[in-house]
């Protein structure tokens, strides 16, 4: 049972534009949701993360959006550059856990 | 600050071996985890362990093993090498000691392939 569903599997961008990626959750004991970024050849990178108490969360050009009542979140990533061209993945983790679920990833590729 | 280091980086055993990875944590990280991530599953939560102790396994069979050392070094284990166990490994450590968990440090992973 995929208990974080993730969308969409793959997603191409021009520069400058708005990277969007969503999450859906199934698990109401979720209450930490961070998102991880992983280049080739690398492990994942802790990018940005929310808790349910809070609807959105910025930090430079990122931002997740939560909605707690759909049981649903979402990435954003503003004024795309090549740089950002990466495999995303969100994750759930429930209280008390020591142990993260991740979706299936995102490939974004932004081009120029 | 050197990061969480993970050896070998690559390796290629053939059916029914076992084989063994080993994780250096950040210095002063005492939570270790350890994922598998394959292009079909993506990443999957394989065991957890601080101060020696593991405290969350995730759902694999017995042939999967881990442990920690009182350096909080750490090492997993995969006895009889089935075709489905090629991934990659990754190693997380943590600062926190409690939940929130969310907040890992990956290693670059070891790339295990079954022949």
């Known amino acids: 049972q995929q208990q974080v569903k993730q969308s969409p599997q793959s997603l191409i961008v021009q520069k400058g534009g708005i990277s969007i990626i969503n999450c859906a959750y199934e698990n109401t004991a979720f209450d930490y949701f961070p998102w991880y970024q992983q280049f080739p050849g690398k492990g994942p990178a802790l990018l940005i993360a929310?808790?349910?108490?809070?609807s959105e969360k910025k930090e430079g050009r990122f931002t997740i959006s939560f909605n707690k009542s759909a049981k649903q979140f979402s990435l954003h990533i503003m004024d795309s550059q090549p740089g950002d061209s990466a495999t995303y993945f969100c994750?759930?983790?429930?209280?008390?856990?020591?142990?993260?679920?991740f979706g299936k990833g995102t490939k974004l590729s932004v081009i120029p | 600050k050197a990061g969480v280091t993970q050896t070998p980086r690559y390796l290629i055993k053939t059916r029914g071996q076992q084989v063994t990875l080993s994780c250096s944590p950040i210095?002063?990280?005492?939570?270790v985890s350890w994922y598998q991530q394959t292009p079909g599953q993506g990443l999957q939560f394989l065991f957890e362990y601080f101060s020696e102790t593991q405290r969350n396994k995730g759902n694999f069979p017995g042939r999967f093993s881990g442990r920690q050392f009182s350096n909080s070094r750490s090492e997993m284990n995969v006895s009889t090498l089935e075709l489905g166990d090629s991934a990659l490994y990754l190693c997380a450590s943590s600062l926190r000691t409690g939940p929130p968990h969310g907040e890992l440090f990956f290693g670059e992973g070891s790339r295990l392939t079954v022949l």
């Open positions: 994750a759930a983790l429930g209280a008390g856990s020591y142990q993260l679920t």
């Open positions: 210095s002063g990280h005492r939570s």
């Open positions: 929310i808790r349910p108490d809070v």
